[in-house]
């Protein structure tokens, strides 16, 4: 079956397993706006390896949006913070400059810098929030490399790539304010 078919197939309340065994729940009726057609599906079982947000793309102009609820209050994200991270997971789905499928699948700093302007732009995020929710998750992170003894090149890869970000949030707020 293809991903558009299972597009097709999800409706409000749907259950489904991926292969870790991790339980999800599609907690949204079909978004529509303009083109674009989303659902926001939600975690079920507490699975600590999954992230808090991700987008997958079902197709062109469609897609849904995972997120752990659970893992986004544990960690201390304010509801605003939670739209900012959720608008950022849009702008993976629907941003004009990420629409060509990309190769491999490592993260890719110009995709996750977009994402976040999407998510200011075209989502009407406050850049502060984009940023506290940008620090809340590098301070997270840091935490847990330092328990989990990652490796310092990556350490050192994740701390470059948030400096990024997080001077890209500031350089949209210092936009809005002129």
């Not at 057609?37 to 991700?54: E, F, G, L």
């Not at 102009?61 to 752990?68: D, E, H, K, P, Y």
């Not at 200011?120 to 940023?131: D, M, Q």
């Not at 809340?136 to 847990?144: C, I």
Request: charged residues 35%.
């Amino acid at each position: 079956m293809t991903k558009e078919e299972i597009f097709e197939r999800l409706k409000k309340g749907y259950e489904f397993k991926d292969d870790d065994g991790t339980r999800y729940r599609v907690t949204s009726d079909l978004v529509v706006s303009g083109k674009a057609k989303i659902y926001y599906v939600d975690v079920i079982s507490n699975q600590m390896s999954q992230p808090t947000s991700a987008a997958i793309k079902m197709g062109k102009n469609q897609g849904i949006v995972i997120r752990n609820m659970e893992k986004l209050k544990l960690r201390g994200y304010t509801e605003d913070e939670i739209m900012a991270i959720m608008a950022h997971e849009l702008g993976h789905l629907f941003s004009e400059n990420q629409q060509v499928e990309r190769i491999s699948n490592e993260r890719a700093l110009d995709e996750e810098i977009d994402s976040d302007t999407f998510a200011v732009e075209k989502c009407g995020i406050r850049p502060e929030v984009l940023e506290s929710a940008l620090r809340k998750d590098y301070n997270f992170k840091m935490r847990q490399a330092e328990s989990k003894k990652v490796p310092a090149e990556k350490v050192a890869k994740y701390k470059a790539e948030m400096e990024k970000r997080i001077a890209n949030a500031k350089r949209l707020q210092q936009e809005i304010q002129r």
